[in-house]
């Protein structure tokens, strides 16, 4: 078989390697970035949570500004009681301190509901931080492995890329240019075997004299339907 045809099936098949191991290292890559991407979006969460429980917080603060601010003006209603003269008055602050009263009343259960609130966000919370945590420890067991796969990715390509000099480099310029293009418009398949008179890579009929000369000529031919260079394993009898 033409020199040629060989160096350009092995430098297929390298290159099929090549892109094996790419496809392998992107995927690593992606693997990592995701595993990243999940630990951010899980603080991301917990960071809200917080943010949350602080709002609440400082409601509840203000709530109880509010609930001392009415239990002086309890106080201050009922020191006035002693002084009081007539009915009508005592009835004035009695009222004054029952809706004081009921104020107070109103702002505790408005307390309470909050840090319920608080309680179940930090409850959230928690589950949050453990998955976290859970999720950091995965990342750096397998943040350990990807890293050690890429390096043996890495290794793995400079060396095919050694070999696929060997391949390509004595080819004339004219055909490395074919093949680089076939490679790249073809889905990765430049180079097919023509077999029962057909092309292997479009599976179209080849013109007879076309497939009968691939027998005879020490030239490279094309297929006419895909353009991929065509070799031949065996006399056709
Ligand atoms: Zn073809």
Known sequence: MHEQIEL?????????????????RRNLEKEQADLESEKLRIQAMVDSLDEEISGFQSQIEELHQGLAQEDVHVRRSEDRLPEIKTQKEYLAVLKEIDAT????????????????RIADLQAEKEEK?????????????????????LGACDKMLEEKAGQRST???????QLQKRY??????????AVVEARDGNCTGCHMHLPPQLFNSLFLEPQIQ????????????????
């Not at 950091?136 to 397998?142: G, I, L, N, T, V």
């Open 8 to 24: 350009l099936r092995a430098l297929q098949e390298l290159d099929r390697e090549l892109n094996g191991i790419r496809q392998e």
């Open 222 to 237: 094309s297929c006419p339907h895909c353009n991929r260079l065509l070799f031949v394993t065996g006399r056709e009898d």
């Open 101 to 116: 009263k009921k104020m107070t009343k109103d702002l505790t259960a408005q307390c309470d509901e909050k840090l319920a």
């Open 129 to 149: 931080l453990g998955q976290l945590e859970e999720l950091k420890a995965r990342s750096e067991a397998r943040g350990n492995e990807i890293t050690e796969a």
């Open 167 to 173: 391949h390509f480099d004595p080819l004339p310029k």
């Open 180 to 189: 680089a293009l076939l490679m790249e418009r073809r889905g990765g398949v």
